[in-house]
């Protein structure tokens, strides 16, 4: 589901990307103030053609800056993307938390101060990056309002931020790529930390099914949320008490069967209609 | 020229803007983790379809945020656009330049410190406003990166940044187009302002003259430039010393006929293709 | 440790609003171009005096806008120590750590959808703020280089972006406080979660400890490390294996005895010099 | 005054800038999560000592990042400020002003497209730069909020967005030194220009003077309005017609006598009180 949710992402990106391209892939040979008064639009639909470039329609003596503006856009929304991509797998590579983790280099050493521990440096380099390329695209917006047919103040800022920008998310790309090629998943770990709650999880399909069993809504709900506080309670407190599940065949007035509560506590139970979701993920293309 | 070089930066900024909403006419009904593990797609697909909106393929708690960030990103360059219309007219309504004035209302006071003036008050707030719209999608490239499957991180900056954004940006559309419509522009006073320079606007003209007399283009810049600075040296002293024809006219070494000074120095010739820009505006579609 | 920190950010906070305040506080009743022509300086003086602003020693029509970015940036940096306080008890907030919680008002239910949960959803409202107010330093920033001796383009700004951030600072700040001040903490949460890492916390000493034996660092690096992956690989697949301390005691290459293991693997021998931090936070003064 | 306004503002960057380092120059030799664990407090302030730095009372394995968004911040304004006065000599150096220009290096050549043409380039270089670093600013605000005691996000930024800007920063105060240093001001251009208006500038005297001869602000103001809209016509349409003073001249309505004219329409009356302004910088010092 998360790694679908990338997918899909990056293709949004992707499209953005390809859309800034053709906006800002435009040439202009059209003189001082864009009237062609010393040279023929043929020259610059020759070399325009040539390049690969779409002549722009009206220029002045540099083309209109909003076309660079949406390049860094899209270059900030994918560097946001990979940032959002890079956060997961920080926030599963906590100590508490060891779900995935970032390759490990072989013979690579972990810190010499805490040999153990292996912190998810590049995701937190590319976190970093990410605000490099965020900040650039205001360069770009504030570059758009030149003054008359010409002003160069955009041009020593599009040496820095938007060259800045191209390299950093190629970059970025590269180490994100690294990153989920050799992304190790500990699917053993991720069950234990389901379990950890205690059953809490299924706290909505408890009260769904209490619901049925006749009371109202809110009578299920007073009687879901008193059982799920005290495991709550031992979970702040590190008590190893009864689980959800067990608190509640010991509520008389949770009046759920054996087969219904099997049924609740499944974990499987909610990805019954995941192939739906898979489903879609195969007609995307890059 | 200069309304056609708007023109058409509107029509990206409409591009833009169209693509964005695309993106962001997005729905989802499908659970807490996005897997319809309690609700059947078909729900999301009917109430999506009655609301105008496609649903999301693959979603979590929340819709991501890269579709906001690209709706305030479209917003931001559409502001940008604005900002630089509104900079011209700031360029041209100066005191020493006055070629153009956005409208001032009738009956309008001018300052009561300084009854004449004229500030062209609405195109600096627009300019200003300008400032904010482009910072808000700083926020929203912000917004991107939430934790899990969700995070209420950008729940509040949206109900700010991404309402005051279409609220300004509406505003300043609404205050442009009043101001496009309404402005005053003097041509005559932007051929006096023309002939300020005395003929200098006409050099390189001048020196693609003098290298069809034979002369090497050094040769024809030395001539170009020294006569163009003496006159340059009065307009900063203001000085009324002989226009740059004259002075070309003095130069032993400048060969140039008068049929040929004659062409030089004047403006229309600049014109010549002018239709050929003016004729693909007559293609541009809102 | 963690409040000690945040105590002397805020306290860097109050002193860049103080500095900032000073350089905002200041009057100016100077005429259009700031020459007093027609008005005699004593009235600024006094007029000034009565408002508690120092005279500004020379101004135009405004005041430059430096001093009102000097403000934002002071508000932008309280907003960012603010957002790193919140993101902390987001962190600890997690269903993975719940090390420490955000007050839970009385009564106050959880979400509907799952009766048990509780986010930390106001302090996901102070980071999502901060980025508001962070944006906004931009515009201040984008204030300061006014045309000439007067334009307007900052006043309208200033009355979004600069009102906005002061109002949603003020808002943060009422949030935190009571965040912090009703803050749940779970000290045996955090010991129990200090010793997920089945000792690895205290390979550092052991590193120490073993080259007092009198191997080499490279050596006792070896033996850390080893014994550190295998604990570390326990941990990736939820396997109850044997303590990073037993597995040491079962390496016949880890001379380490009893008294020196106790020495090492006890938690409280990293506070030893704690009074010396506490002490310095006794001299803290707002 | 225009020079004056820079000093000062100028002496509060460098305020701002000291305040920065102040709080910056800071060091932490305490441990991995800042409590001097395995080494004593003393060998931090020995340290500290030969390096100039102070000690921080409370760190963790990184530095506080407030502390260095409050340097970025501090170099944003310093180069917001730099913007400030590059826009000016942009301002004075368009065609139709002239009243500056910055420094023609000696056998520099003017575009080769239009040999006279001085455009000031490296002001304009100077502004673009200050978006650079003003944008930057966002990238340490954005660094503030780490995780936990260490998180090295914001390392790859800093040495990006920090370094950048300190480089820019110091390339930004050397060009605008040169501009400074070596600025050609035209002041018979800047009184030629001042009566381009046409004793429009004087508009707020006469006022002042009308309602002296016992009528009032409202006749005053109409009188005024109605000779100064015609002056502004005439110039609207380059059209030489008669000055200011000759149509209140001419307007029954506005007795003033000849004296009173002569009175008003003397520019340096201005500047009566200038001194006042001009003392007040002889304290400022670097």
């Known amino acids: 589901m998360k790694f679908g949710s990338w997918a899909w992402a990056l293709k949004r990106a992707q499209t953005r990307l390809e859309q800034a391209r053709e ?22 639909q020759y070399v325009c053609e040539k390049l690969g470039l779409t002549p722009d329609p009206l220029s002045t003596q540099v083309l209109a800056r909003d076309r660079h503006a949406q390049v860094m856009c899209a270059l900030a929304c994918a ?24 390759p490990f ?11 153990h521990k292996r912190n998810p440096i590049t995701a937190e380099r590319v976190c970093g990056l990410a605000r490099v390329v965020k900040a650039n695209a205001q360069v770009a917006l504030d570059n758009v309002a030149l003054w008359y047919e010409r002003d160069i103040s955009h041009s020593g800022t599009e040496r820095v931020a938007l060259a800045d920008s ?15 090629d050799g992304l190790q998943t500990y699917p053993d770990k991720m069950e234990h930390n389901l379990w950890r709650t205690r059953g809490l999880i299924f706290s909505s399909k408890v009260l769904l099914a209490l619901v049925q069993t006749g009371i109202t809504r809110e009578e299920a709900y007073v009687i879901v949320q008193r059982n799920a506080m ?5 979970i702040q407190n590190a008590v190893e008490g009864p689980t959800y599940r ?20 499944d974990p ?16 995307l293309e890059f």
Chains 1, 2, 3, 4 share one sequence.
């Open 166 to 180: 191209f390299t950093a998310l190629d970059y970025m790309f590269g180490k994100m790529q690294w990153i989920l």
């Open 23 to 44: 906006v800002a892939a435009t040439g202009a040979i059209s003189g001082a103030v864009g009237t062609y008064s010393s040279i023929d639009p043929f020259v610059e």
């Open 79 to 102: 560097a946001a993307t990979l940032e959002s991509i890079a956060m997961q797998v920080r926030l599963l590579q906590q100590s508490d938390v060891i779900e995935a983790e970032e």
């Open 230 to 234: 005290k495991v709550w309670e031992d």
């Open 246 to 265: 067990e608190r509640l065949e010991a509520d008389p007035e949770a009046k759920l069967t054996k087969e219904t509560l099997d049924e609740i506590f």
């Open 105 to 115: 280099k072989k013979g690579q050493k972990g810190s010499s101060a805490m040999p």
């Open 268 to 283: 499987w139970d909610f990805l019954t209609r995941k192939d739906e979701v898979f489903k879609r993920l195969e007609g």
